[in-house]
């Protein structure tokens, strides 16, 4: 099968037809190439593109940019050359899916997150990037919650911001590094806003100094990769229903920081 029926097959998903302007293109190797082995990550890192080289896969599906800008621009800056050279030679085909994902009807993105992260409640996907809501069945503090997900998803870390061990029911998602957190905060839906990246000294203040005031908002910080990683989980898990012909690979390209624990 090749790579560009593959990848059609993943845009269908989008149920939205082929977007005119979109980073889910391809970003190495060839659209023609046959593929008898699939790869799935997060980011194409050095260690992910060797290691998918070694499973054996042809084509590479990441969620992320190769070369840290959404497009994907390429420049003559040193590294980015030598890992270009890395990529080439390894003679893998590496395709983005962005957009497409977060397209879906369900975005396919939250899904995996929400699938592994192991919620007891009730989901309501909204229709935007990254962005659903739980009504948990039994409240949870913010804390607790953030010591479920760091078990259930491995992340290393999760930083809480505001009331920590006030009990909560109204928690959404807003992964990766999405825009309206404030307002959603804001609402009388949400008590909890699960997210990737924030600004720290306007954002996480502002849900500090909320709750310092008395009310029952929190904020927690999972990191971009370990906010939206498990949604290219779900991508792996839906390729390997969809082409069980084909194998797939997910590769954990891990966390960004190192820590002292």
């Known amino acids: 099968m090749k790579a560009q029926q593959i990848m059609?097959?993943?845009?269908?998903?989008?149920?939205?037809g082929r977007l005119?302007?979109?980073?889910?293109?391809?970003?190495?190797?060839?659209?023609?190439?046959?593929?008898?082995?699939?790869?799935?990550?997060?980011?194409?890192?050095?260690?992910?593109v060797r290691k998918a080289k070694e499973t054996g896969a042809e084509l590479l599906v990441v969620h992320e940019p190769t070369y840290f800008n959404h497009w994907d621009e390429h420049s003559d800056e040193p590294f980015e050359v030598e890992k270009?050279?890395?990529?080439?030679?390894?003679?893998?085909t590496i395709y983005r899916y962005h957009d497409y994902p977060h397209k879906a009807p369900r975005d396919l993105i939250c899904a995996g997150e929400i699938k592994y992260m192991k919620l007891d409640g009730e989901v309501e996907y909204i229709g935007?990037?990254?962005?659903?809501?739980?009504?948990?069945?039994?409240?949870?503090?913010?804390?607790?919650?953030?010591a479920h997900i760091e078990k259930n998803v491995g992340i290393k870390h999760i930083r809480i911001a505001g009331a920590a061990d006030s009990p909560c029911t109204k928690i959404t998602g807003m992964f990766g590094t999405p825009g309206g957190i404030e307002q959603e905060l804001r609402s009388g839906?949400?008590?909890?806003?699960?997210?990737?990246?924030?600004?720290?000294?306007?954002?996480?203040?502002?849900?500090?100094?909320?709750?310092?005031m008395g009310h029952k908002k929190a904020l927690l910080v999972l990191g971009h990769l370990g906010s939206e990683r498990d949604g290219m989980r779900l991508v792996a898990d839906i390729l390997k229903e969809k082409l069980p012909g084909i194998p797939t690979e997910y590769i954990e390209s891990g966390e960004v920081y190192t820590y002292t624990d």
């Open 189 to 212: 839906d949400c008590e909890v806003v699960m997210t990737g990246e924030v600004c720290e000294w306007a954002l996480a203040e502002w849900v500090r100094q909320a709750a310092q």
């Open 20 to 48: 005119e302007e979109t980073c889910d293109t391809i970003k190495s190797g060839s659209p023609d190439a046959e593929v008898t082995k699939i790869a799935v990550s997060m980011f194409a890192t050095p260690d992910v």
């Open 128 to 146: 935007r990037f990254d962005k659903v809501r739980i009504r948990l069945n039994k409240p949870m503090t913010p804390r607790e919650l953030a």
């Open 84 to 92: 270009r050279r890395l990529i080439e030679e390894s003679g893998i």
């Open 8 to 16: 059609d097959l993943l845009f269908d998903l989008g149920e939205c």
